[in-house]
């Protein structure tokens, strides 16, 4: 079971801006090395932390970041993967470009908990 939801450009104001809880996002795409190191790390943290923090992942797509096609990209200006951005009442509250391992997630998020 994963502890991530995926949200789309079409369910991100709803699922992220409009959570009770802060909520974690990491914009990922394909063939990103440190985004897909990052995965275990997230769904770890995303476990102990169930409850307390809502973590979701959105793709940003090759082509949609060549045609600067997704409004969300455009929003908050992701140009490196992965683009990890912390929310709370619907404000970015922190962001962060790149890899970050278990302890320093840790650190990142916790300024909401």
Not at 36 to 65: C, M, N, R, S
Not at 90 to 97: D, L, P, S
Request: charge should be negative; charged fraction near 30%.
């Amino acid at each position: 079971m994963s502890f991530v939801q995926t949200v789309t450009k079409d369910d991100f104001q709803k699922e992220v801006l409009e959570c009770e809880l802060p909520v974690f996002v990491d914009f990922f795409t394909d063939e990103c090395g440190p985004c897909q190191a990052f995965e275990p790390v997230l769904e770890d943290v995303a476990e102990e932390l169930e409850g307390k923090i809502k973590f979701v992942k959105h793709w940003v797509t090759y082509e949609d970041y060549e045609a600067k096609s997704n409004p969300v990209q455009i929003k908050y200006d992701i140009s490196a993967f992965p683009s990890l951005y912390l929310f709370n009442k619907g404000e970015v509250v922190k962001t962060y470009i790149g890899y970050l391992n278990r302890q320093d997630f840790l650190d990142f998020l916790a300024e909401v908990l």
